[in-house]
């Protein structure tokens, strides 16, 4: 991933994947200046063939939804801030749901097909998207796999930091 800056923004980019949840633009300062850098931001993006997206803590950023609507940025997924310290994590075991590590060995294709499918892509996986979760996993990214009656119905991932704080993606 590169990140260019672009204040207020740093944009995440990934040098070979187009996907959205690969490439994004985040906040990182004070927005004074945000509305009158989108435009320098937008060239990145289009500079890359990406699509210019926005992933933010609304409850840190609460004013960025009003800029980018003005500016005519479609806002596609609000997501709220969910924490879960784990003095008040409570598990749940649904017996129809298996849930395991995904590895090395498992269909790699199968499960970046249904990371995409969650985003709305139903694009065809390629050898280059499969090699990249396979070093990702490598390099200690950790996925999970859920599956229903043996099928694959639901992904997620993150990767182990320092201060044991993830974002489960």
């Known amino acids: 991933c590169s990140m260019i800056q672009v204040p207020p923004f740093v944009a995440m980019l990934h040098p070979d994947d187009p996907a959205p949840w690969f490439n994004y633009a985040m906040p990182i300062a004070g927005l004074e200046t945000a509305a009158a850098n989108l435009p320098a931001l937008r060239q990145v993006f289009h ?6 997206r926005f992933e933010w803590t609304r409850e840190l950023w609460p004013e960025l939804e009003a800029i980018l609507r003005d500016a005519g940025i479609k806002v596609d997924h609000i997501n709220p801030q969910m924490i ?23 269909d790699l294709a199968n499960y970046r097909q249904v990371t995409r499918w969650g985003f709305g892509d139903y694009s065809a996986i390629s050898q280059a998207d499969v090699e990249s979760l ?15 009656e043996g099928e694959l119905a639901a992904v997620g991932g993150y990767k182990p930091t320092k201060l044991g704080v993830v974002e489960l993606v």
Not at 47 to 52: D, F, I, S
Request: charged share 20%.
């Open 134 to 148: 396979h070093d990702a996993l490598t390099d200690g990214w950790r996925y999970a796999m859920a599956t229903i």
């Open 47 to 52: 500079a890359q063939q990406r699509q210019l």
């Open 84 to 106: 879960c310290p784990p003095e008040q994590f409570k598990p749940y075991h649904n017996p129809a749901v298996s849930l395991r590590m995904l590895t090395t060995a498992d």
